[in-house]
């Protein structure tokens, strides 16, 4: 009987911390701003042929996880829809707080045939400026442009 | 053996500034000078304007130019040249730059010339798929202009363990031309990949010039760059285990910080722990950055993994012609003026039967540049060019759409603004395809010239 009350408590403790942690989980970013991308990242397009490289680098370490969690290789393409005709693959360098994004099929059939005024796409990278993360309000302080 | 060997850049690409290199050579107490001239296409543009116009040297247009700007202040400091402006007539351009040599009355100065990158009349025997569609590339036959190897750092260490102060390549990968004097300085084994892929990796950050000291980054309000109407080309002091300080010369405008050096890091990568290049497969991940002054980046842990078996060859192919043109409304209603000229030009096409593999008709300053990408909410803007672009297989074919901008003058919409016709409005396409061939069938040869 005293095993089995034990067993109770023990259960019921173990309850009240999984919805204590579940609630952190849910709330941990305290109070959010919703921010363009351009005031936590820099960014810069690339060329090779009729695929464009283009790199997302944190301002700050603090806000590079936001970007990691928030900016994946779908919504990436999502955002390039129009654009981006292949597959966009993401490399992650977080030595130095930044995403590399690899977009196939983005120039237009290459830098040669291309019938856009920008041959080389290096205008590209300032289409991801425009991405919206939800982050900690907390942050602010560190976002450029603001 | 030097302890700490400077190496500036002279140029990124053909059309770069002359100014910033005459800086490094007169005030950047430089060891080497190095210079990188070629595009993806620039080979097989070479060889069409050859084939027009025999008497086209063959190698950078710009090469009297860069020359007479660095060559007094290197002769003076003992700073040698390392440089691929040698595109397809290598021993053309070092005969050149001994004539300047003999000028400014230098005596003595050997210059080589590294050839052997074309493979042309080879390719379609050597190499088996095109990289970027899997056919073969025997596919390319019909209109193939020109094929060439991406040549490592190696044959340019020779020709400085012979004796050269000056040496002009052909297609050499853009980071071996920096590499190559960290190679011969420090005597680093072809095969030290661990090495290697440091050398290679600080030449990737040079080999784009202006890009990593505060060119094609400033961003007001949130990159902000001193001066950048007077921006530097960047010098490395390297050392003997492959750490580095990236810098640029003082009184300049520009920066050389964290983030200009990060974006040109990631700058035309893919993978950024396999960065592929002749020599060393370049692994970017473990790098580390570090302030250490004004204008002065530390470069550490760029890593490296052993080179591939094989060696990158572009193909330049003749792939038809653009047509291009544009004219222009302003004012209350130039959206609605442009979108009726959009519609007669499409119309006209179809009267003047044109044959065109793509069209494209965009209106400059609102869709022109991001396409399909522009919000759907984007505001209406003050003024608008219309901008007309069709690929076609014949040049006959291409001249239309300039023919049909012209008619738009008189026969199209009211308020239309128009350029005097002033250019040529067609071009030729050349197009780039990859394949792979094994290294040991790409043979480079190195001449000698002497002033």
């Not at chain 1, 130095?96 to 590209?124: H, I, P, T």
Request: proline share 5%.
């Amino acid at each position: 009987m005293w095993e089995a009350h034990c067993k109770l408590t023990i259960s019921f403790v173990f309850f009240v911390l999984l919805c204590v942690c579940d609630l952190c989980g849910k709330y941990s970013l305290g109070v959010t701003m919703k921010v363009m991308l351009q005031h936590l990242a820099h960014c810069r397009s690339g060329d090779k042929g009729n695929t464009s490289n283009i790199s997302v680098i944190a301002y700050a370490p603090e806000l590079y996880p936001y970007l990691k969690e928030q900016l994946t290789a779908e919504r990436f393409k999502a955002h390039y829809a129009g654009v981006v005709t292949g597959k966009v693959t993401r490399y992650d360098v977080d030595g130095l707080q930044a995403l590399n994004f690899v977009a196939e099929g983005a120039l237009g059939g290459g830098v040669s045939r291309s019938l856009c005024l920008d041959n080389y796409g290096k205008s590209l990278s300032a289409r991801v400026l425009s991405f919206e993360l939800e982050i900690p309000e907390a942050l602010r302080p560190q976002l450029h442009g603001l | 053996m030097k302890k700490i060997v400077r190496i500036g850049a002279g140029s990124a690409w053909w059309g770069d500034r002359i100014e910033p290199a005459r800086w490094n050579a007169e005030r950047g107490d430089l060891d080497y000078l190095c210079f990188e001239t070629m595009a993806e296409a620039t080979v097989s543009a070479a060889q069409v304007r050859k084939r027009r116009d025999p008497s086209f040297p063959g190698y950078d247009t710009y090469l009297d130019d860069r020359m007479q700007a660095v060559l007094p202040a290197c002769l003076k400091r003992g700073t040698k040249i390392v440089t691929n402006q040698g595109w397809i007539n290598p021993d053309g351009a070092a005969q050149r730059i001994v004539y300047w040599l003999n000028k400014l009355g230098a005596k003595g100065i050997r210059v080589a010339s590294v050839n052997g990158s074309l493979i042309t009349d080879r390719v379609l025997k050597l190499a088996g798929t095109i990289m970027e569609n899997g056919k073969p590339t025997s596919s390319l036959a019909d209109n193939m202009v020109s094929a060439e190897a991406y040549l490592g750092a190696e044959p340019i260490v020779e020709a400085l363990n012979r004796g050269a102060h000056i040496v002009v390549s052909g297609r050499v990968a853009d980071p071996s031309i920096f590499m190559a004097p960290m190679m011969y300085e420090f005597g680093w084994d072809a095969m030290d990949h661990a090495r290697l892929g440091a050398g290679n990796g600080l030449g990737h950050l040079m080999e784009c010039g202006a890009q990593v000291t505060g060119g094609y980054f400033a961003d007001p309000g949130f990159k902000d760059v001193p001066e950048p109407w007077n921006l530097a080309f960047p010098i490395v002091e390297v050392e003997q285990d492959g750490s580095a300080t990236l810098t640029k010369v003082s009184g300049t405008g520009g920066a050389v910080n964290l983030m200009t050096v990060k974006e040109q890091m990631f700058y035309e990568v893919h993978d950024p722990a396999n960065y592929i290049t002749p020599d060393v497969v370049v692994d970017f991940t473990k790098a580390r950055l570090e302030q250490a002054g004004p204008d002065r980046v530390r470069v550490t842990h760029i890593s490296g993994k052993p080179r591939t078996p094989t060696l990158k060859v572009s193909i330049g192919c003749t792939e038809g012609f653009i047509g291009e043109d544009m004219f222009f409304y302003a004012g209350p209603g130039a959206l609605r003026r442009a979108q009726l000229a959009k519609k007669v030009l499409e119309e006209r096409f179809k009267v003047v039967k044109l044959e065109a593999e793509e069209v494209r008709i965009d209106f400059l300053g609102l869709n022109a540049i991001h396409g399909a990408m522009t919000p759907k909410d984007a505001p209406e803007p003050y003024e608008i060019a219309v901008r007309v672009a069709a690929r076609t297989k014949t040049r006959e074919e291409a001249i239309k759409v300039g023919r049909e901008v012209d008619g738009m003058a008189v026969s199209g919409i009211g308020m239309t603004g128009k350029r005097v016709p002033h250019q040529d409005r067609t071009r030729e396409i050349i197009g780039v395809w990859s394949t792979l061939v094994p290294r040991e069938n790409v043979v480079p040869s190195i001449n000698f010239f002497e002033s």
